[in-house]
């Protein structure tokens, strides 16, 4: 069975970076897309970047773009969120998502319930 484990979260001031990291294992890295979500209390699931195999495409968020990276190492098995100039808002539970086959059409990549297996999260927390 397809697990992931997201690692990097903690508290950081306001304009501080993060890197967060989500292992995969339990099947095959390069047959899954991924994603990052993010929630936070009182608010829905928020779609935040992703990597989609075919053709290596990567997509994010626009309250994210600019200062969020998503990037993804086939040989490590590991997908990254590398999070830059943070602010308060950013503060949430990040989770790491995957998606195998048959695939999520495109329309369908921002949306959480469409993923087929997710890890536990990390935290993080942004102060002003």
């Known amino acids: 069975q397809v697990q992931l484990v997201e690692s990097g979260g903690g508290s950081v001031q306001a304009g501080g970076s993060l890197s967060l990291s989500c292992v995969f294992s339990?099947?095959?890295?390069?047959?899954?897309?991924m994603a990052w979500f993010r929630q936070a209390p009182g608010k829905e699931r928020e779609f935040v970047g992703a990597?989609?195999?075919?053709?290596?495409?990567?997509y994010v968020s626009d309250s994210v773009k600019g200062r969020f990276t998503i990037s993804r190492d086939n040989a490590k098995s590991t997908f990254f969120l590398q999070m830059n100039n943070l602010n308060p808002e950013d503060t949430a539970l990040y989770y790491c998502?995957?998606?195998?086959?048959?695939?999520?059409?495109?329309?369908?990549?921002?949306?959480?319930?469409?993923?087929?297996?997710w890890g536990q999260g990390t935290q993080v927390t942004v102060s002003s």
């Open positions: 998502a995957a998606d195998g086959p048959p695939y999520i059409i495109l329309s369908e990549l921002r949306n959480g319930n469409a993923y087929d297996y």
């Open positions: 339990g099947g095959t890295f390069n047959r899954y897309g």
């Open positions: 990597f989609r195999y075919s053709g290596g495409k990567t």
